[in-house]
């Protein structure tokens, strides 16, 4: 099929704007995005040190949930939503954990003007549920929307699988014959 006049300019002109949007240095939407993105790399991190110590005061004061938050826990299970998250809920998940040192490590973020996603590797030491402490890497996902201009954590979705499983042991645990 021949290429139309109106196909060649329409690609020279969009070569042009790709051109100079790019001599031109980044745009105020791009600077923006990258001030909410380290934000939020930065509050992510506070927030879950905090957190790791048990302390929800300081968790509480860094991140806030969309009234629709989900969160698919790294034990498995039924998502959980902000609705569940109670006073008495909250209280009970900080006395989870105790004496907890975290760290995490950026694999990708990707912003745009209303939304932020982090993909991580959080690694953290930590007693839960009354265990030991004990090294507990996870791969994150943690999503932010920014609602009446402020940012709010809409999803996070955490697994211990960073060292990585068989393709049996993973069947099994699709299957459920591992708990």
């Given at each position: 099929?021949?290429?139309?006049?109106?196909?060649?300019?329409?690609?020279?002109?969009?070569?042009?704007?790709?051109?100079?949007?790019?001599?031109?240095?980044?745009?105020?939407?791009?600077?923006?995005?990258?001030?909410?993105?380290?934000?939020?790399?930065?509050?992510?991190?506070?927030?879950?040190?905090?957190?790791?110590?048990?302390?929800?005061?300081?968790?509480?004061?860094?991140?806030?949930?969309?009234?629709?938050?989900?969160?698919?826990?790294?034990?498995?299970?039924?998502?959980?939503?902000?609705v569940d998250?109670?006073?008495?809920?909250?209280?009970?998940?900080?006395?989870?954990?105790?004496?907890?040192?975290?760290?995490?490590?950026?694999?990708?973020?990707?912003?745009?003007?209303?939304?932020?996603?982090?993909a991580l590797?959080?690694?953290?030491?930590?007693?839960?549920?009354?265990?030991?402490?004990?090294?507990?890497?996870?791969?994150?996902?943690?999503?932010?929307?920014?609602?009446?201009?402020?940012?709010?954590?809409?999803?996070?979705?955490?697994?211990?699988?960073?060292?990585?499983?068989?393709?049996?042991?993973?069947?099994?645990?699709?299957?459920?014959?591992?708990?």
């Amino acid at each position: 099929m021949p290429t139309s006049r109106r196909e060649v300019l329409w690609a020279i002109g969009a070569g042009a704007a790709s051109t100079l949007a790019a001599a031109c240095g980044p745009t105020r939407a791009a600077a923006e995005a990258d001030t909410a993105v380290a934000d939020l790399v930065q509050r992510s991190a506070l927030s879950n040190a905090a957190l790791m110590r048990g302390d929800l005061r300081a968790y509480r004061s860094l991140i806030s949930y969309t009234d629709d938050f989900t969160l698919m826990s790294p034990f498995g299970g039924t998502p959980s939503r902000g609705v569940d998250y109670t006073p008495e809920r909250m209280e009970a998940m900080a006395r989870f954990f105790r004496n907890g040192v975290f760290e995490q490590e950026i694999i990708e973020t990707y912003a745009s003007r209303d939304l932020v996603v982090l993909a991580l590797i959080e690694m953290q030491n930590v007693e839960v549920g009354g265990l030991p402490a004990q090294d507990w890497p996870l791969r994150v996902t943690l999503v932010y929307c920014r609602v009446d201009g402020a940012w709010r954590l809409a999803h996070r979705h955490a697994d211990p699988l960073v060292a990585g499983v068989s393709l049996a042991t993973a069947a099994a645990l699709a299957r459920g014959d591992i708990r």
